[in-house]
């Protein structure tokens, strides 16, 4: 690899290899964004060296091995065969990017505050290897003022050397959203916000290789800021339409009707669509990251903790109403069989984390009932810090003598390759959260209950 001895001439040579498509890219963090991130660049035809802590991850991209449902065995395959690609948990390789994209994860720690450690983590493992004209650039959601505050000290502190004339640094939200057919990486605009000039411009050159379009901002915090604000956006509109469809409710209005009837207005309305509550990696989350920061600046997010309110309280919602439905049987919650449909947070993914389904678990079995799930994209429930009470349990099988076994049928997440017709048959009970018995063949009258 070339050194570069002074901060123009390390510039122009990063800039020259990004616009000639000339440059190797490292990406560290192999998960649901890491992943279609290096897909991505490969699909461009551009060397790309992924990096990881998990060795299980790594060895499954060198063997072609699928690990994230949606995204398929033959994309891993070609991964695997590729020249271009590799997959390492080796850091003292980091110099042999050009530019780095760190993807790793930002939950909130037990006080519901930003857990920093995998950023901070990454960013202590990869510094000591960082060279002269290399561009660093986080993808992970997290605070306006992470990138200035958090990042740039500790690389510059570690490594001995200086953004801006030895490296560069800038932030870019991922907007991934995984199992979305029509939007994948490189279809979705990358918003870019620079730690100065030139770090924005080898920002946008490198993202103008791969990605449909890059917005520019004035700023890293900025564009920590955008990511956030698109978070906030969806959380808070989620909790009015939950809000809604329980106000909805008691006066024997169907919200689901409400709101398809709503959208149908060609401006000022957007539909958002009630649930059992908030799930996945980022909704429930990020936006407490702003929450936090904004303590710093003496500022309230009112609109924030509120939605985090409505939403947190869904699962309870879905529990009344199953109560109601068990009722309207003559049965009790306590020592009914309940099953669960859909543990994964959405449609069509595997992705479990922070999935309401767990809580509906959690409730239904304080109250008694024997609880059970139907998951075809997570056949059995993997270890974890929140839900290890539940790890190693099954998805239960999907035939008539199964489902109809028992009392209940909650759907908790609409996946589309579930056979909803065979479960109007099978099920007397139905509670169903995400409206996907509406219009279905055989539904009988009081079988199922909107939740
Ligand atoms: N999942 C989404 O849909 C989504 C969408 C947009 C943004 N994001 C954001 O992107 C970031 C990554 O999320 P994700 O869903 O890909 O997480 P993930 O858990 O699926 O993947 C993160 C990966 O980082 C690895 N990792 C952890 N610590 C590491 C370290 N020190 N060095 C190297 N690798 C390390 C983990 O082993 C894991 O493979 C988060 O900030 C998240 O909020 C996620």
Redesign the pocket.
Known sequence: MTQHTTATEGLDALLDRIQNQNYTIGI????????PLMWTFHERQMPVLG????TD?VDAIMAGRSY?KHLGEPMMRKLAESDLCGATTD?SRIPEADAVLL?????LDEHREPDMS??E??V???APYLRRGQLVIL????YPGTTEELIIPLLEEISGLSAETDFYVAYS??????GNVSFNTAKIPKVVGGHGADALRLACALYDTAIVQTVPVSDTSTAEAV?LTENIFRSVNIALVNELKVVFHAMGIDVHEVLDAAATKPFGFMKFTPGPGLG???IP??PFYLTWKARQYDQNTRFIELAGEVNTDMPRYVLRRTIEALNALKKSVNGSRILLIGLAYKPNVD?D?ESPTYKLMDLYTDMGAEVAYYDPYVPVIKPSREHGHWAGTPSVAWDEKTISDFDAVVIATDHSDVDYNALAHWSDCIIDTRNAMNGREGVRKGQVWKA
Request: charged share 30%.
């Open positions: 560290v963090g192999l998960g649901y964004v890491g992943l990096f990881d802590i998990d991850k994230i850091f993807c790793v994860p930002t939950p995998y950023v983590g990454t202590r493992t990869i993808e992970s959601t997290t939200p991922e907007r991934e959203d995984p990511k996945g990696h980022c989350i990020d992705d984390r």
